[in-house]
């Protein structure tokens, strides 16, 4: 019963903007840290940006001024505003959440970025 539901994605140019959203129940959203994965072929999963429950917000250092993560808790959702999107942007996102060391992940959703 307790899943990740991410929807968004797709295709973009170099310069435009794309959302992600991640749905989930609100035993899993309550109190856990939802972040953001990716992972481009060839290449290993790194962390994109992170929100704890009391809303403090981490990026990487690639998606700095770019991305914006953000909560809704009326929804138990966590969105991804992907803004001036890069074709090294390129790569499946995966929606997180933690609670101490009990994790959960999404499917993966596919973000391409032509240039």
């Known amino acids: 019963q307790e899943q990740l539901l991410e929807t968004g994605g797709g295709f973009a140019q170099a310069g435009e903007s794309l959302r992600l959203s991640c749905s989930t129940s609100?035993?899993?959203?309550?109190?856990?840290?939802m972040g953001w994965f990716r992972q481009a072929p060839g290449k290993r999963r790194e962390l994109v940006a992170t929100?704890?429950?009391?809303?403090?917000?981490s990026y990487s250092n690639s998606v700095q001024g770019r991305f914006t993560i953000s909560r809704d808790a009326a929804k138990n959702t966590v969105s991804l505003q992907m803004d001036n999107l890069k074709p090294e942007d390129t790569a499946v996102y995966l929606c997180?959440?933690?609670?101490?060391?009990?994790?959960?992940w999404g499917q993966g959703i596919q973000v391409t970025v032509s240039s």
């Open positions: 997180n959440s933690r609670e101490h060391f009990l994790q959960y």
């Open positions: 609100a035993r899993i959203f309550r109190d856990s840290t």
């Open positions: 929100i704890t429950s009391g809303g403090i917000r």
